[in-house]
């Protein structure tokens, strides 16, 4: 006699978990994005055009992508060094110190954005010394890329460690004892192991800028073609009631940010596959 067993699951079956998954990311996620498409081709290409390639918008989107990837290159190298030491080393108020990494998801941008500027404008605590070098940080595009990088920080700190801990220091050991020098213990044993992880990070934190708002609005001080960032650009559209051209703007947005995406998933999994191969 066969008998047939299944495994026990706290879950429901497949096709009803997956249903919902569906289901629930159509409502949330889909639909919503999928109004952008159908709200902007009521617009005709020509009008489409104009509204996305106006001077002071392409402006913003010149602000926005490099302040974005500037960030996001600083929070790679500086959180990658935030969260080695929080892994590798034992200090003092080691878990305060790494309680505050999750500040920024804590802390409402629209206060973010106050505390930067108070501490950035020309009276501010370190603004004050900076006005007479001739470096203005707050009301200017400095100060932009300095609050991309406070809100983008914990997410490269939180995706690298994981990654850092799962490194077996045997590795490093052995790479020492062979004669390798610690740049090549890092490029060769390091790096390969942690570089999803940090793709994972640096993509995180680069969407993440991209779509910030409350905490740029007040130290940028939105400076038309100067300090405007593409999402207070939506804003203004908003307020003026032209949400066709909102959701053109918005558009275009969002399918950069899939480009970008799509681009830096496509190298993670190239550098896994051949991280796989290699070992």
């Known amino acids: 006699m066969s008998r047939t067993f299944r495994q026990y699951s706290v ?30 081709a009521g617009m005709g290409w020509e009008r489409f055009w104009t509204t996305v390639t106006e001077p002071r918008v392409v402006a913003s989107y010149k602000l926005t992508f490099s ?3 500037i960030a996001t290159l600083i929070n790679v190298l500086f959180g990658g060094i935030v969260a080695w030491t929080l892994v590798r080393y034992k200090f003092p108020f080691k878990k305060l110190i790494d309680a505050m990494v999750d500040l920024p998801f804590a802390i409402p941008t629209a206060v973010s954005g106050i505390a930067l500027t108070a501490v950035y404008s020309k009276n501010g605590w370190i603004g004050q010394f900076l006005e007479p070098l001739g470096i203005k940080i707050a009301f200017a595009y400095p100060g932009v890329v300095v609050a991309m990088t406070f809100i983008g920080l914990p997410f490269v700190v939180r995706t690298l460690q994981p990654a850092i801990e799962d490194l077996h220091k045997e590795n490093e050991e052995a790479s020492a004892s062979l004669g390798a020098s610690r740049w090549q213990t890092f490029r060769f044993v390091i790096l390969p192991a942690i570089i999803p992880s940090l793709l994972t990070g640096f993509a995180m934190a680069f ?14 001080g939105n400076l038309p073609m100067k300090t405007e960032i593409t999402t207070w650009i939506i804003t203004q559209k908003l307020d003026q009631y032209d949400t066709e051209g909102a959701t053109a703007i918005a558009l275009v947005m969002l399918l950069s940010s899939f480009a970008i995406l799509f681009t830096i998933n496509a190298i993670q999994w190239w550098t896994s596959q051949r991280h796989r191969g290699v070992s």
Do not use: N
């Not at 969407?207 to 130290?219: C, K, N, T």
């Open 11 to 40: 879950i429901p079956g497949f096709g009803l978990t997956l249903g919902y998954t569906v289901v629930y990311l159509s409502l949330i996620v889909l639909i919503p994005l999928s109004m952008l498409f159908f709200k902007t």
């Open 67 to 69: 302040a974005s990837l």
């Open 207 to 220: 969407a993440r800028a991209l779509g910030e708002y409350g905490s740029i609005v007040f130290i940028s």
